[in-house]
């Protein structure tokens, strides 16, 4: 199993006078269209980019399309007279005020979800781990969702919402929230109830596409993949890539537990919704439950834990330098965590888009 993979990031389009979002009118996608083909697409707002690698063989080729994206985009962006900037929120910027990119299928979503939709200004990150076998992803999703929150914590990066310091590290998820057939997924049994959920929302037009099933974590509905997408876009390229080789080595090591008849526990929604909770309002400064012993702990041993539950195949992966950049996460903070400082330090949201802007291309030259 070669457990390829793909990265989706999405990316704020920035005014450099006002650090506001701004409607660039896809210009920066019409631009980088020229260069990288469907590596660039529009998204509902117009002050949106979202960029997807090709299919990569492995972490150092996951990398080297990251940097290659950030930095076209970049680049296109400044000679466009604008910026880009990744963090799950804008600090201050007003989604009232962003304009919807002119689609029918927008145009169809907004007319459905309303508010919901339009107030929906938020950045993430999407990596896919590729498994052509759909009952075989099945499996592993229905194990992989327990880690979740725990991926979750590390990508915070959405501390602010509409110039204010929402209490949370990651307010992205609680602004997604909204939309419905979001959060952690149930637990399927087997493909044919998975496919049979599907077709029956479906034929009841809930959804005229499984798109549309906006969960945290699902086989993805087209490609051979399964699409982990709960996490904040991450400041940085090396935390994107830590949180990427994390994400391939807990499907590969769930794979090899499979392998050896060994099944790892698959817990109730409800149970890891407590965790998800407390990533998205503490971060990596909070504390989690363990469920196998019932407790709380703190979320930074959990990290050290899943450090270690990785170990054995982070090697065959040659990931495990990414991997074990977790620790320097765990010791410079996460963006959430570095947003706050840069608040704290000046109490001027603008200085804290100059900080995001910086490190959003931090590497790239």
């Known amino acids: 199993?070669?457990?390829?993979?793909?990265?989706?990031?999405?990316?704020?389009?920035?005014?450099?006078?006002?650090?506001?979002?701004?409607?660039?009118?896809?210009?920066?996608?019409?631009?980088?269209?020229?260069?990288?083909?469907e590596q660039v697409k529009a998204e509902m707002h117009q002050a949106v980019v979202e960029v997807g690698t090709n299919i990569c063989n492995?972490?150092?080729?996951?990398?080297?399309?990251?940097?290659?994206?950030?930095?076209?985009?970049?680049?296109?962006?400044?000679?466009?007279?604008f910026r880009i900037a990744a963090s799950g929120t804008h600090p201050f910027s007003a989604w009232q005020k962003q304009l919807i990119t002119p689609n029918p299928r927008y145009d169809e979503i907004v007319n459905e979800l309303q508010d919901t939709a339009r107030s929906n200004l938020i950045f993430g990150l999407h990596v896919h781990v590729g498994i052509a076998d759909r009952a075989l992803a099945l499996?592993?999703?229905n194990a992989m969702r327990y880690f979740l929150p725990h991926l979750y914590a590390l990508s915070t990066n959405s501390p602010f919402?509409?110039?204010?310091?929402?209490?949370?590290?990651?307010?992205?998820?609680?602004?997604?929230?909204?939309?419905?057939?979001?959060?952690?997924?149930?637990?399927f049994d087997n493909l044919t109830d998975y496919e049979n959920y599907i077709n029956l929302l479906v034929k009841t037009n809930c959804i005229d596409n499984p798109k549309k099933i906006w969960w945290d974590i699902r086989v993805h509905p087209f490609f051979p993949t399964l699409e982990v997408r709960i996490c904040d876009v991450p400041l940085t390229i090396d935390e994107t890539i830590t949180i990427t080789a994390l994400i391939q080595a807990l499907v590969a090591k769930l794979y090899k537990l499979k392998t050896q008849n060994l099944n790892f526990i698959v817990y109730h929604r409800a149970l890891i919704n407590e965790n998800k909770w407390r990533a998205g309002r503490y971060g990596i400064d909070g504390k989690m439950i363990d469920f196998g012993k019932e407790c709380e702990v703190s979320t930074r041993s959990l990290m050290e834990e899943l450090l270690e539950f990785v170990d054995d195949v982070v090697d065959d992966l040659g990931s495990r330098n990414e991997v074990e950049n977790l620790?320097?996460?765990?010791?410079?903070?996460t963006g959430a965590d570095r947003q706050l400082e840069v608040f704290e330090k000046t109490n001027d949201l603008v200085k804290v888009v100059d900080y995001i802007m910086e490190q959003t291309i931090l590497g790239t030259t």
Do not use: C
Request: hydrophobic share 35%; charged share 30%.
């Open 1 to 37: 199993m070669d457990f390829t993979l793909g990265i989706e990031e999405e990316y704020q389009v920035i005014d450099p006078e006002t650090r506001e979002l701004a409607s660039h009118d896809q210009k920066i996608v019409v631009e980088a269209g020229k260069h990288l083909n």
């Open 58 to 81: 492995d972490i150092s080729e996951a990398r080297s399309e990251i940097i290659h994206l950030r930095k076209s985009i970049s680049d296109i962006a400044i000679d466009l007279g």
């Open 139 to 141: 499996h592993i999703t």
């Open 161 to 187: 919402w509409e110039g204010r310091n929402t209490g949370f590290k990651s307010f992205r998820s609680k602004v997604f929230d909204k939309f419905p057939r979001t959060g952690i997924p149930g637990i």
């Open 327 to 333: 620790r320097n996460i765990l010791k410079n903070g």
